[in-house]
């Protein structure tokens, strides 16, 4: 589909390098205080852990710009917390090369920029102008509140991830991208635009304008949704993401458990050329199962399209409102040129609900997955050709996106995913040349 007047716009070859501003150099060696090299530093001066041992206190910096930075991230450490406060605007704060045991708290509006950091415990920031991590490890979990934008890249957070306000405190539209990055529990975010991709995740809740390419969402067994679409100025772009495991062998009552993806309050959602399997509940031991079981339930939605994608293994072995690959009202939703593998549970449907152009393949033998997505140009492969179905069709992704060490292009590919002739196309760049 060609639409006059479409604007697509392009985060193009994000860099979430920088170059440092340096002023002094503050060193401090093994027995010197970080905190007395802060108080005597002023903006744009680097303090420089020089000491390859541990340094044991609490750290504040207080209105200031400042580099923080060990000469040896291997054998340098600090046993407590760092906290940044007042940091205003045009100000930055770069933590470098060093690990450290507690909370690192940053608040301000100016910019906070980590790299090759371990952070023991929770990363807070609240405000800010930019979040940029880069090779960071953060133990527990990471919230950022208001923040105007937040890059993660080969990052990898141990707990929740919760990315939260869709306008900063200025009023300005926020932005989250999550790159080649592991999250082991939730993900939440509900920033007005997020780019998630080549990443590995568990839960996620999403709002807002969203492109999510080329995951891995991964339940571990532990039941739960994999990606949770909520609200009506939520519209999503899922496409070449693998979506399994949300099992759970559910003993007594439960409710919307092992589901791949959930779209509720009229959001809009186009899920393309994704694998969804494995999320299912065969426990036969009692028990009213509500809402369990499904590969996509759609409760409501303004606009639904659902092509080109993999289901198996979505089921309860007792068949109480769940049961099926696709579970949908029969208003907005369109299912076509999908592969499902059947079961044989009682009840079981491969698309309940009154879905329009239900044309499908009903196998996952791959010779039936090549050339049967999608006819239309718009979805064709890399190479020319018609849609293959499964995570390996279509042309938006990357085949190395995961491990590539150079930039990425960061697109929103709305529909139509085409320019017309006297068309317009807008290109915003963040740290790139663009030629």
Known sequence: MIMKDTILTFFLSLILGTTLAHGATINVGDGESIQTAVDG????????????????????????????????????????NFSVTGLTAGKEMHFQSFNFSGDL????????????????????????????????????????????????????????????????????????????????????????????????LEESYLEGTLEVVKNVFNGQNNGGIGIDLNGTNTEANIHN???????????????????????????????LNNYIGNNYDTNTNGGFENFCGIGIFITDTARSRIFGNIFE????????????????????????????????????????????????VNSIVAADLVDKGHPDVIHQDKDGSRNNIGPSGGRNYLTNGTTTNGPIPITFTADPLAVPIGGTVTIESTGATVK
């Open 313 to 360: 293994n979505n089921f309860v072995k007792r068949d109480v409102n769940g049961n099926a690959h696709i579970l949908a009202p029969s208003e907005n939703v369109t299912v076509a040129y999908n592969a499902m593998a059947s079961t044989s549970y009682n009840g079981f449907e491969l698309v309940k609900g009154g879905v329009e152009n239900h044309a499908m």
């Open 41 to 80: 530093s002023a903006d744009g001066d680097e303090v420089v852990l020089t000491y390859p041992g541990q340094y044991v206190e609490n750290v504040t910096v207080n209105g200031k710009g400042l580099t923080i930075r060990s000469l040896n991230q291997a054998l340098t450490s600090v046993l407590g």
């Open 241 to 271: 993401n693998t979506i399994h495991w949300f099992r759970k062998d559910i003993h007594g009552n439960s409710s919307y458990q092992s589901i791949g993806i959930r779209i509720s309050g009229n959001a809009k959602a186009d899920i």
């Open 105 to 200: 708290n940053c608040t301000g509006a100016g910019i906070l920029r980590v790299k090759d950091v371990q952070i023991g415990n929770s990363l807070i920031g609240s405000g800010l102008a930019k979040i940029v991590l880069q090779n960071v490890e953060i133990m527990n979990s990471l919230s950022a509140t208001q923040v105007t934008d937040c890059y993660i890249r080969r990052s990898t957070i141990t707990k929740t991830g919760n990315i939260e306000g869709n306008q900063d405190a200025n009023g300005n539209p926020t932005r989250f991208m999550f790159l080649q990055s592991t999250i082991k529990e939730k993900l939440t975010s509900t920033t007005a635009k997020s780019w998630i991709g080549y990443s590995n």
